[in-house]
């Protein structure tokens, strides 16, 4: 029996591990030992959408060896556009399933743990506790507050992306710092109170379905993020927290900014001054300034007949006229180049209500002429009307309610939904 087998030291990592991680095990500073601080990470990603998906295909093809993945929502057909691990074939299925899916035909040796229920003040800390890392790929307020709080509390980096329309930040909250002195303050770089101490209001905050966001946007903040967590994981990186912001249509397209270290004052991190309570115990809702007007379900709640018309009743009324009738449709002019009512004309909500007497007065010319007023959901052509009613004497002017989106389903199925 030869006794060299006994002595040679076994591989750290199993073989077809070599080879599969070879290319990144050959960087300078990474090295087997990165390959296999990432091996033994577990990195939680909160969002399983445009920012999630790319996060979590990069985390797990580099072989970060458990993945947790929280989502309570389900694969829509205008989710594909960005969340590239979602399939046409899993339309319907929740989110972190369907990644889950797909990350096991990717890796088949991550360990990945879904959970199906939304992020929340009374689950945070027993679901992120388990992980070394946490990513915010989520696309609201009040669970930004809430992981930073978390993510404060656990003692663990948040990386957190957004992205809208052509732009996207990044930033790691309450990061490791390098060579921090022996200020315990100065262990940890800012959360995201220390910055933002006061949400903005929450009409300020729009979704993707509203503003619109180019896949690839959320591509390069996705991969930021993957990127930063396995910089954190392997000690690459600098410990120096920083804010980057990127514009798309930019020239240069990124930004960055130092950021200062955490304040004394955060209610969160800080030790001076008034703390936050109980993570469970805060309403981040209301904290944010509550649920944003669901403005959908507020337009059938609205039933007042001399306001607001149903898209059957505007049909009718297009077919059998009794009076000249006008549509007025008041979404932006690239949405109305996607599609539109024939015969509708177009002034962009902006423009009406920055001098609604103007179209007002062109309206009133037009006595005889019933006008209604449409928009994609029927949120903005309540605004139009209520402001071109200050101003206008127009016998009947009302608003479709659910916008063409609702003419589209209770009409004409082949009027495009988008
Ligand atoms: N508190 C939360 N817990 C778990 N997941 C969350 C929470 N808040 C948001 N998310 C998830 O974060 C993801 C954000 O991704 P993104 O905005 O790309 O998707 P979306 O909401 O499907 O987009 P769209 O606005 O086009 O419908 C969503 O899948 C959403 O369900
Ligand atoms: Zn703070």
């Known amino acids: 029996m030869s006794t060299s087998s006994s002595v040679e030291p076994q591989p750290q990592l199993p073989l077809a591990d070599y080879r599969r991680y070879g290319r990144q095990m050959i960087l300078d500073g990474f090295g087997l030992e990165g390959q296999i601080e990432l091996q033994k990470a577990s990195v939680v990603v909160v969002g399983a959408g445009g920012l999630g998906c790319p996060a979590l295909q990069y985390l797990a093809a580099a072989g970060v060896g458990t993945l947790g993945i929280i989502d309570h929502d389900h694969v829509e057909i205008s989710n594909l556009q960005r969340q590239v691990l979602h399939t046409e074939s899993r339309v319907g299925m929740p989110k972190v399933l369907s990644a889950a899916e797909a990350i096991k035909q990717m890796n088949s040796r991550v360990r990945v743990n879904p959970v199906t229920t939304a992020l929340n003040s009374t689950n945070a800390l027993e679901l992120l506790a388990p992980y070394d890392l946490i990513l915010d790929c989520t696309d609201n307020l009040p669970t930004r507050y809430l992981l930073s709080d978390t993510a404060v509390k656990l003692g663990k980096p948040l990386v957190s992306g957004a992205a809208q329309q052509f732009e996207g930040q990044l930033c790691t909250y309450n990061l490791p710092l390098k060579n921090s002195s022996q200020d315990q303050l100065q262990e940890r770089g800012p959360c995201f ?219 004409d199925s082949n009027f495009p939904i988008y």
């Open 193 to 411: 109170r220390c910055l933002f101490p006061k949400p903005p209001a929450p009409e300020m905050a729009g979704s993707c379905e509203e503003l619109g966001i180019l896949g690839a946007v959320t591509g390069v903040i996705g991969n930021l993020q993957a990127l930063e967590a396995i910089k954190i994981l392997t000690g690459l990186h600098d410990g120096k927290p920083s804010l980057l912001m990127f514009s798309a249509l930019s020239a240069p397209p990124f930004r960055s900014v130092k950021l200062r270290p955490r304040r004394a004052s955060c209610p969160a991190c800080g030790v001076e001054g008034e703390k936050i309570g109980k993570i469970e115990e805060t309403d981040y809702v209301a904290f944010c300034g509550g649920e944003r007007p669901d403005w959908v379900s507020r337009g059938l709640v609205v039933e007042d007949p001399q306001k607001r018309i149903h898209a059957k009743e505007l049909k009718n009324a297009l077919e059998n006229p009794q009076r000249m009738v006008k549509i007025l449709d008041v979404r932006p002019r690239t949405e109305f180049g996607i599609c539109h009512l024939p015969g509708s004309t177009n002034i962009p909500i902006k423009e009406l209500l920055t001098n609604p007497r103007q179209f007002a007065e062109g309206l009133q010319r037009e006595e005889e002429t019933d006008v209604y007023v449409v928009c994609r959901l029927g949120n903005d052509s309540q605004l139009a009307v209520d402001a071109l009613r200050e101003v206008s004497k127009t016998v009947v002017l009302k608003d479709l309610v659910g916008g063409l989106r609702a003419w589209s389903k209770e009409v």
